[in-house]
């Protein structure tokens, strides 16, 4: 009987000094809610008229989203913004004011900058704009291209602040009517530019060029014609060398990679 007693006494003193505790600690703990796989949708451009050609880049849980559209009569680049993951947007911003078309805007982000590349298009001609933010303010636009091109797209290395900026587009050949996939590069976060050069030395057709950046290297492919039908290829720029240019595809007459 005396054991039985110390045995209930034992465990109503390890209920009290320890259990009931442990369990008013641990309902004590704040729990943060999980968010949803995926928030509420709602609309980033607030014109009425058609908007598209939506692209983004982030940093952190910043997010940069700009498009094009016609609520003024002709295209024009508009740029909205988030500091929270997308939970709250900033107002609209007019990124161009342009008689011509401002279409196939893209963006690149590092961790001090925003690179905007995009089309000014007009009856006869079609060429490549940049302007930056700095953090304070855009910079005046400048001219990349030299002749009908068209289709940009941008991507910067992640090594910060020694990242390297590249850009590719499209050129029309006028008297040939060629296509010829352009590339560019800043390493001074866009003040200066390399000469516009082909992505491949050949003689044939090269269009639809796309980039990604690693941390260090810049990886360009495209649509290529030197079989005689389309194909894709891939060619790895690094900060010194540019590596041998490779076949991606198998089947014939691919496109838009
Ligand atoms: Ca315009």
Not at 116 to 133: D, G, H, R
Not at 177 to 192: L, W
Not at 239 to 244: G, L, R
């Given at each position: ?103 196939q805007?893209a ?10 590349v995009?089309t ?8 490549i ?15 990349l291209s030299?002749g009908f091109s068209q289709h940009p797209k941008i991507a ?10 590249y850009i590719v587009w499209e050129k029309i050949i006028?008297?040939?009517?060629r296509t010829i996939a352009y590339m560019i590069r ?10 516009p050069k082909p992505i491949t030395e050949g003689l044939w057709d090269t269009k639809e060029p796309a980039i ?6 810049a990886y360009i492919v495209w649509s290529d014609d030197r079989?005689?039908?389309w194909q894709i290829y891939t060619r790895?720029w690094?900060?010194?060398?540019v590596?041998?240019e490779?076949?991606l ?5 691919c496109n838009a990679p």
């Amino acid at each position: 009987m005396q054991k039985q007693v110390q045995a209930f006494n034992y465990i109503t003193t390890l209920f009290i000094c320890y259990v009931i505790p442990f369990i008013c600690f641990c309902k004590a703990i704040p729990t943060k809610a999980l968010p949803p796989f995926w928030t509420q949708s709602q609309p980033i451009s607030l014109g009425k008229m058609l908007s598209s050609e939506s692209v983004s880049c982030s940093i952190e849980d910043r997010v940069y989203v700009v498009w094009s559209d016609n609520r003024t009569g002709n295209r024009e680049i508009f740029l909205r913004y988030s500091e929270d993951g997308g939970e709250t947007w900033s107002v609209e911003e007019q990124l161009t004011n342009t008689e011509g078309e401002s279409v196939q805007p893209a963006l690149a982000c590092n961790m001090r900058y925003i690179f905007l590349v995009w089309t000014e298009k007009t009856e006869n001609s079609s060429e490549i704009y940049l302007k930056k933010w700095d953090g304070t303010s855009w910079s005046q636009e400048i001219k990349l291209s030299d002749g009908f091109s068209q289709h940009p797209k941008i991507a910067c290395t992640l090594l910060f602040p020694e990242s390297y900026l590249y850009i590719v587009w499209e050129k029309i050949i006028p008297d040939s009517n060629r296509t010829i996939a352009y590339m560019i590069r800043s390493n001074d976060n866009g003040n200066t530019f390399s000469d516009p050069k082909p992505i491949t030395e050949g003689l044939w057709d090269t269009k639809e060029p796309a980039i990604y950046c690693g941390t260090r290297d810049a990886y360009i492919v495209w649509s290529d014609d030197r079989e005689g039908n389309w194909q894709i290829y891939t060619r790895k720029w690094g900060e010194v060398q540019v590596s041998d240019e490779i076949k991606l595809s198998v089947l014939p007459n691919c496109n838009a990679p």
